[in-house]
């Protein structure tokens, strides 16, 4: 199997693994076990914000490993097994050690796939090839949400979580088709052949003298806290309206945004020769515009369409911040380690938002707080508009992009 499959079925099969399990932990925990969505959005956020306190220091794992598949390995084990206890035993303690454990998790998959990417074709690949995982990657979601919708109809919810031990097997099975001389550790921290060869990594103190890491730290803060809560809040109010379909309602929010960030992925795959700057004004302001919908409009069937917003905000930006930010770091060899940083700030902004939401929906309902999400996410497209550089130009002259 050539690198490049292998990469296809690793990002393919992780999607079961990486992000997807969250709405679905969810809505089980409102309708199977009766928690409200209060008590729900506080666990979320106080796991949340423990988990993501660790984002940097395992950035800066990934960057001076370079047993980067056993990571990925180790962590896609250890999530279905968080992933099944939640299922077996949905008590406060294990929900909230199994949380944690994810958010800590969630600092290990996407990066350490960015890296190993990194490693294997440099900056010259890194547009087509990072589009390319995205791609992949929601393929993968839509086969997922498509099979949890199916087994969590048939078989309740609790079949959903007992899905993951399958896709973790099979997912060590990718990682290991990959060999673990092909990577090139010094290019997967962003020392590339564009750098000289006797650069060394910068003290990482010095990311935040950088503009452009600065800006996007701050716009992803604010982006977070808007997002973070709206696919959450949406399921649980889509759930409430569909008695009995909670799996397939969910699933069919998730595909629907899945189906809209699949073509994000291609624009990606050109962002050399569109640029950065413009595609994360697309994102942002993607973000608003589905707060405001949701909030004006109660129909189910419009609320899972609204979600195609979703794709094009939250999806395009996920695709599209590695990119960006390999592109405001290059030379400084703490790429991962800035992916850490920029993760534990985004995700301060996303947990926390998760107990304000929750409040929100308790005290005025589900569009009072869907409408002030959405004024946090004008201020987040407002900042990007008038501070944010262009940053996917620094790599331009040194890339070019495979085609599909």
């Known amino acids: ?30 309708t199977e076990v009766g928690w409200d969505q209060a008590k729900i959005g506080a ?45 077996t035993y949905p008590t406060i303690a294990v929900v909230f050690v199994a949380d944690v454990s994810m958010a800590l998790l969630g600092a290990v998959f996407a990066p350490t796939i960015a890296a190993i990417t990194l490693g294997l074709y440099g900056a010259r690949d890194a547009a087509a090839q990072l589009g390319r995982n995205a791609a992949f990657d929601r393929l993968g979601n839509l086969f997922i949400a498509t099979l949890a919708a199916v087994v969590g109809t048939h078989f309740g919810q609790r079949g959903v979580f007992y899905m993951l031990p399958l896709f973790a097997g099979l997912s060590m099975i990718a990682v290991l088709s990959i060999p673990a001389g092909a990577l090139d550790h010094q290019r997967a921290r962003g020392l590339d052949e564009v750098i000289p060869e006797n650069s060394r990594p910068y003290p990482w103190r010095q ?24 696919l959450a809040l949406a399921s649980q109010k889509l759930a409430l309206e569909a008695k009995g379909f909670e799996s397939a309602v969910t699933s069919a929010a998730i595909i629907v945004a899945q189906l809209a960030t699949i073509p994000m992925a291609f624009l990606v795959m050109r962002a050399n020769r569109i640029g950065g700057k413009p595609l994360l004004i697309l994102a942002f302001a993607a973000l608003p515009l589905r707060g405001i919908l949701f909030a004006v409009v109660d129909d189910p069937y419009w609320m899972i369409a609204f979600q195609l917003l979703d794709g094009i905000g939250a999806g395009l930006f996920d695709v599209l ?56 996410g004008v201020i987040a497209l407002l900042l990007i508009l008038m501070a944010m550089p262009e940053t996917v130009s620094s790599i331009r002259a040194e890339s070019h992009v495979e085609e599909f």
């Open 1 to 30: 199997m050539s690198h490049r499959a292998s990469l296809d079925w690793l990002n393919f099969l992780l999607a079961d693994l990486r992000g997807g399990l969250g709405p679905y932990v969810n809505v089980f925990l409102l």
């Open 43 to 87: 666990l979320l956020t106080a796991s949340g914000l423990i988990g993501i306190a660790f984002h940097a220091p395992i950035g800066a794992l990934i960057d001076a490993t370079r047993a980067k598949r056993g990571l990925m390995i180790g962590g896609a084990w250890l999530l279905a097994l968080l992933g099944t206890a939640i299922a």
């Open 207 to 230: 990311l935040f003298a950088e503009r452009p890491f600065t800006v996007l730290a701050i716009g992803t803060a604010l982006f977070h806290f808007a997002n973070a809560p709206m």
């Open 321 to 376: 911040l590695p990119l960006v930010l390999y592109g405001a770091v290059l030379g400084s060899g703490r790429y991962n380690m800035a992916r850490g940083m920029l993760g534990t700030i985004q995700g301060i902004g996303g947990a926390s938002s998760y107990a304000f939401a929750g409040s929100l929906v308790v005290w005025g309902g589900y569009s009072i707080a869907f409408a002030v999400l959405a004024g946090v």
